[in-house]
């Protein structure tokens, strides 16, 4: 079965420090794979996604993530955090082959605070 | 701009009532889905419809039901609320192209009492 792993419950960065959020997943073959980011009592937004190519993914507020097939990882990155990126971060993967229902697994989501 | 609404921010409920918590996107796509999330649980896929009048059972719909009656509109029912379904309720959508990245609501924070 499909699954996802988010392994820092919690992360804490000063303002201006590179940042990476862990993210590993189960699945037999290369799957759809999402982060999204959601502010306090928001819903929760598309940083960037891969499915195929390029194994690094550029996305929107800075945010990069690269695809390790080897270690079945596909963590997020940001070299300089903004106090404005403290926000709660999911990982999330989708099977290829599942038609095109699209279902997603998430993981239990990371909280990034940013010190000042 | 996509976009996915949702009918309400907040709500609060007495045990026992009957709640309609409803969700509608203007994109055009044909998948739909509800969520809740909970703290350290992340989300949980409660339904989804990948037609008008289709639904399926997701990870937890106990206590839970659905409607769609038309393309843009996904409706979740608590038919007799308890305090177990306090959470915060996402909506989501996606089309027919991958890799399927799902356009989330707001979110509706639903509090039983």
């Known amino acids: 079965a499909q699954s996802v792993t988010q392994p820092d419950i919690h992360i804490t960065v000063s303002e201006g420090a590179s940042l990476e959020l862990r993210c590993n997943y189960s699945?037999?073959?290369?799957?759809?794979l999402f982060w999204y980011v959601q502010s306090p009592g928001q819903g929760l937004q598309l940083l960037l996604k891969?499915?195929?190519?390029?194994?690094l993914v550029q996305g929107i507020k800075g945010f990069e993530a690269e695809f390790k097939r080897s270690q079945s990882s596909f963590n997020l990155r940001k070299p300089s955090v903004h106090w404005s990126d403290a926000a709660e971060y999911f990982c999330a993967v989708g099977a290829p082959g599942s038609g095109n229902t699209g279902k997603l697994i998430f993981g239990q989501g990371t909280t990034l605070q940013v010190k000042p | 701009d996509v976009k996915v609404t949702q009918s309400s921010r907040y709500l609060v409920k007495r045990t026992g009532e009957k709640v309609f918590l409803e969700c509608v996107q203007d994109?055009?796509?044909?998948?739909m889905f509800w969520y809740r999330q909970d703290p350290g649980l992340g989300l949980r896929l409660i339904y989804f419809?990948?037609?008008?009048?289709?639904?399926e059972k997701g990870d937890i719909p106990e206590g839970y039901s659905v409607s769609r009656e038309k393309k843009e509109r996904f409706s979740l029912i608590l038919e007799s609320a308890s305090t177990n379904q306090t959470s915060m309720y996402l909506c989501a959508s996606h089309g027919a192209v991958p890799p399927y990245e799902q356009y989330f609501g707001p979110g509706t924070r639903l509090t039983v009492t």
């Open positions: 699945y037999g073959a290369t799957p759809y």
């Open positions: 994109m055009d796509h044909e998948n």
């Open positions: 891969y499915f195929s190519g390029d194994t």
């Open positions: 419809s990948y037609d008008v009048k289709m639904k």
